[in-house]
Structure formats: structure tokens, C-alpha cells
């Protein structure tokens, strides 16, 4: 069965940083790409960034609110994805969402996610 | 303001059916770009229900079907069920902004 479950959420202070992992079973974790999508309270689903399988080059893409900010890695051996947020704003706060993505033709969608995490950006 | 237009809210009586459209424009949808769309229940994660703008994923009912053209989708739900009440967004991707976009989803009410 594949699971994908996200951890590290929290309060944490504007200006601060703070890592998000998400770790997945019941596949071959290098073979896909994953994304991270949140949702802030009461809103609607914005996607935050991916990372590329080793196979097309392991590299990651973001959204223009969070590019120079978030950074996204992978280790495979570990069937883990991580989310460094650093100089949080307010904005940030959302439950984050870790998914596994699948891409043909450069077209991209989600089929499987995780729970999701609180993140909550606050003095 | 989101890249797909959704809109807000929609309802129907049980057994009815109901539609829920997605505009976007021709660097998302009317550039070629599938469409997909999710389901989230009430204090749930969002679930995959269709997938390349009209394939639903194994466990999903038939009674929900998506379609696109030019540069609009839209969802379909026949024989509305109590259990269909949730949000529903569609997804597709974006040339201009380099990346995946969302519709600013849709609130079901089945009365």
C-alpha cells in the first residue's frame, strides 16, 4: 500500500526556518517525482514546488511565492523528500501536503497524498 | 485570484446532477495541458478522481466524469449522493509561470 506521511510542522517565528519530511513506503521511492502543495486555513490549494527523480536529473522547480526561500531535496536511500523553509512569513501558515507526483508530457498531477502537516508562521 | 477559474460553490438535490466548470486560459488549458481534478472531504487530504481530463483512477464511481475543450473543463457528478458534499479543485499547468497551477475550488452542497 502506498503511504506518504509528512512530519515536522509546527509553530515557528517569522524571519525563522524549519524542515518538513516526508517519508513514503509501498513503492520504489527514486522512481518518481514528488511535489509539496499547501493550503492555508480555510483556502485553496497552492503548489509549492517538485523534485525530479534521479532518473531526470533530481532537480527541483517552485512557485514564485516560495523560490529563494524553500528549498526541496530528496534521499532515496531513506525514501525521504524534505521541505526547507527558511525566512517564513506569515503566508506561509498552511497544513503542507507531500504527494507523489506523475508527469507525462510535461503535464503533472498527484494521485497519491499525505495527511499533511500544520505549519503555523506566528510572533 | 487563481490561475483556473472555478466557481465557489454549487449545489443539487440528491440523485441530480451537477457540473463544475474550469476556465483557464491559453497558457494552461488552451495550450494543450490536461486537466485533473481532486476531491477533499470535510477535514480530509485531497484524493485524485480524475485523471488526463476524463480517466478515473481504480475505486473512483462512475458517476463522476470530467471533459475539456479549448480552454475550459469541466466535472461532471450524476446521481448526487450526500457523501459527494466537498471541495472540489482542478489542476492543470501553467507554460508562462513554469509550473503547476490550481483552480481556487469549488464547495458542493448536496441539499
Known amino acids: 500500500e502506498v503511504q506518504v506521511v509528512e512530519s515536522g510542522g509546527g509553530l515557528v517565528q517569522p524571519g525563522r526556518s524549519l524542515r518538513l519530511s516526508c517519508t513514503a513506503s509501498g513503492f520504489t521511492f527514486g522512481d518518481y517525482d514528488l511535489s509539496w502543495v499547501r493550503q492555508a486555513p480555510g483556502k485553496g490549494l497552492e503548489w509549492v514546488g517538485l523534485?525530479?527523480?534521479?532518473?531526470?536529473?533530481?532537480?527541483?522547480e517552485y512557485a514564485a511565492s516560495v523560490k529563494g526561500r524553500f528549498t526541496i531535496s530528496r534521499d532515496d536511500s531513506k525514501s525521504v523528500a524534505y521541505l526547507q523553509m527558511n525566512s517564513l512569513k506569515t503566508e506561509d501558515t498552511a497544513v503542507y501536503y507531500c504527494?507523489?507526483?506523475?508527469?507525462?508530457?510535461?503535464?503533472?498531477?498527484?494521485?497519491?497524498w499525505g495527511l499533511g502537516t500544520l505549519v503555523t508562521v506566528s510572533s | 485570484q487563481s490561475v483556473l477559474t472555478q466557481p465557489p460553490s454549487v449545489s443539487g438535490a440528491p440523485g441530480q446532477r451537477v457540473t463544475i466548470s474550469c476556465t483557464g486560459s491559453s497558457s494552461n488549458i488552451g495550450a494543450g495541458y490536461d486537466v485533473h481534478w481532486y476531491q477533499q472531504l470535510p477535514g480530509t487530504a485531497p484524493k485524485l478522481l480524475i485523471y488526463y481530463n476524463s480517466n478515473r483512477p481504480s475505486g473512483v464511481p462512475d458517476r463522476f466524469s470530467g471533459s475539456k475543450s479549448g480552454t475550459s473543463a469541466s466535472l461532471a457528478i450524476t446521481g448526487l449522493q450526500a457523501e459527494d458534499e466537498a471541495d472540489y479543485y482542478c489542476q492543470s499547468y501553467d507554460y508562462s509561470l513554469s509550473g503547476v497551477v490550481f483552480g481556487g475550488g469549488t464547495k458542493l452542497t448536496v441539499l
Open positions: 523534485i525530479k527523480s534521479k532518473t531526470y536529473g533530481g532537480t527541483a
Open positions: 504527494t507523489r507526483q506523475l508527469v507525462v508530457a510535461a503535464t503533472y498531477y498527484f494521485d497519491y
